[in-house]
Every structure is written in C-alpha cells, then in structure tokens.
C-alpha cells in the first residue's frame, strides 16, 4: 500500500500562522510610533521652531544691561502660547527658558513643544551661541 503526501499538516500551518501573527503584532507597534512621531515632526515642531524664532527676535528688540533669564510661559509672543490644531484636535503647550544677552544674543535656551496626544515624543529646539538647533525627542 502506497501512502501519498499531498500538501501540509495541520502542526506545520499552525507554525506557520503563529509566526505570522508573531510578526504582524511587531509591525502594528513600530508602525504606530513611526505614525506619532510623523504627528510630532509636521505639528509639534514647526511650534517649537516658530516660538524658538520669535524669540531670538524678541531678545534683539530687548535692550538688557546684564544677561537675563526669560521663562517662555510669561512672554506675550503669539507663537509661545499654547494653541489648539484643529485638524487633529491636538493642545500643544509650549514650555522652556533662554537667557537674553547684551547685544542681543541668546544662550542656555530650551523650548520645548509636546502635547498629551503624543505621548512618546516631543519637540525641543535649543537656542545657543552658534544657533538653533530643533529636533523631535523619543521619551
């Protein structure tokens, strides 16, 4: 009597589909942080940067005698408060501090943007000697 082999067992598809869902789940979970750090990138950086300019300007219009810290919450600039996106319903608060100089400059400054819709990253532009430097962190 011969015995034919046609196709797989039952042992073999069930490894191959656990190896399957294995690998989707993995996938759905760095899809999603790539997906909400895309959302800090186009959102909260652009606020951050935005803020981070509007304040090197400030610092230039401000005539100090000394250097002076600055908290980013107790400015009136338009682009340092916290605001709404409509479009995905995200508040994005704006925090930081920078030390104003004679002559204009600005030194130790840290603006940070991040909102709890976007909880694994934030963004965070640092004012220093040689210029501003903006980049979307991980926490």
Excluded at 117 to 132: F, H, N, Q, R, V
């Amino acid at each position: 009597m011969k015995i034919y082999k046609n196709g797989f067992t039952l042992v073999e598809l069930l490894i191959v589909i656990a190896i399957i869902a294995i690998l989707s789940s993995m996938s759905i979970i760095i899809y999603q942080k790539y997906q909400q750090k895309s959302l800090a990138t186009s959102k909260l950086l652009p606020i951050a940067e935005g803020c981070s300019k509007e304040i090197i300007a400030y610092c230039i219009g401000l005539d100090v005698k000394s250097p002076t810290n600055i908290d980013v919450v107790s400015l009136p600039l338009k682009n340092c408060q916290s605001t709404t996106v409509f479009e995905y319903s995200l508040t994005v608060n704006v925090v930081g501090s920078f030390v104003c100089n004679p002559g204009g400059s600005v030194v130790n400054g840290e603006v940070i943007a991040e909102s709890s819709k976007i909880p694994l990253y934030y963004a965070e532009c640092s004012l220093m000697d040689d210029g501003l430097r903006c980049k979307v962190i991980g926490r």
